[in-house]
Each structure stands twice: as C-alpha cells, then as structure tokens.
C-alpha cells in the first residue's frame, strides 16, 4: 500500500545511545512502527540460577498508551506478556549465559508508535541494545569475550488476499492478510521461533516460499544492526 515492493522491508532505522543512563539503548524504527529498547545490567540472577555461575536475560514490553490511533490503559496484559516472554526466549536463544556470569541483562521495549511488527522490531532493536551493554561489560573487565554465538533479528510475513505473499507487513496490510506469520532467525539461516496464524488453510510449499521471504528481510535486518554497530556498511 505504500509503493514498496512485495519483497521489500519497510524503512529502517536503528539509532544507538538513545537514552543517556542505560548501558545499552536503540530506538529502532520499522515504517511508521517506533519501539524504545533499554538494556540494564543487574549484579543479580533468578533464584534458580543461584550458585550456577550463569548469567541471565530477559525482557519487558509495553506499549504507550498512545501508540495507537486509540488510547489504551496503562498496564500488563495477555498479550504484552506472552510479548515479553518472546523477546527473552529470542535472545538468550543466541548468548552464551555461562560466559555471561551470574548478572541479569533486562531489556525493557516500549512501543512509542504501533504500525505493525512491534515484535519483530523489538526483538531487532533489543539484540543491539544488547550488544552494546555487552561491549560495555567487556570494556569494565567484568566479561572476558563477547558471549554472543550469533547475530539475530526477527521480521514479519503474510499473505494477502488472492495469495500474494508480502514481507514485513504493516497494520492495515496485516490486518486485511489471510496468513501472519513472525519469524525470528540467526545470521547463518537456522530459525528461533516462527509464530503463525491463518484464516483460512493454506499448503505447505507456501510456509516454505514465506519462511524464504522472512530470511531475506532478516539478512538485510542484520546487515542494518551491523552498521548501526560500525561493523558493517551498508548501502
């Protein structure tokens, strides 16, 4: 609907130290989808880490109450759990929590602006945020490497009416498609997570065109974190 091709993520942008107290923040933009990912670092892991010598990671989500076109109270929900739930299982899925140490990373993603995707682009901006209170670690002596064993970042999928496949979606393409699929990736191609629902049934060829679809948006997500990081340059 916005003249981009079928095959084409909408406009990104990952901005680096965007809060000045936390040890790592992005704010992450995907089309009109806004999402504020902090990073902090706590001395402390779970009582079931206890004495194990491992670190821990997890995540918060949230969005404002005028992210959308409506307002919507202030306050956990179903679905902001199973969100946050999400993003933890996506990054600890790709750190070495041994090499971590016994400290937790607590990612705190706040949805600013609602177009679609808030969780792929959260998983995306959280896994920078990351990185940098990471690198932080390092740089205080306080972990030896960089425990990350993979880059990672996540993108939608679906397909429209009439059977048009379409990446990275945004609300009003999502919410007139007949599939929704959120997948979530490594760097090297192996899946994290692939979440998906369908209004009507579809056969299993299509999975496979649409799971090739999100690989190619997530290659280039990753290409996107890497120059945000000044690893990489992109074009």
Known sequence: MDGRRWNELRPVAIH??????????????????RVLCTASVEGKVPDFLEGSGKGWVTAEYAMLPRATSTRT??????????????IGRALRS???LSRLGPRTIRLDCDVIEADGGT???AITGSFVALYDALTKLINANEVVSLPL??????????????GHPLLDLCYEEDSHAEVDINIIMTDDGRLIEVQGTAERPFERPFLDELVDLAQGGIKQLILWQKKAL???NVS
């Not at 680096?16 to 989808?33: D, F, K, M, P, Q």
């Not at 679905?79 to 946050?84: A, D, G, L, T, V």
């Not at 880059?151 to 397909?159: D, E």
């Open 149 to 162: 064993n993979h880059f990672m970042a996540a993108t939608s999928v679906g397909m429209l009416q009439g």
């Open 94 to 96: 790709v750190i070495d």
């Open 73 to 86: 109270p202030r306050g956990a929900t179903a679905r902001s759990f199973e969100i946050q739930r999400l």
């Open 119 to 121: 969780r792929t682009a």
């Open 230 to 232: 000044k690893l990489e």
């Open 16 to 33: 680096r130290n965007y809060t000045r107290c936390a040890e790592g923040s992005v704010l992450i933009e995907t089309g009109n989808t």
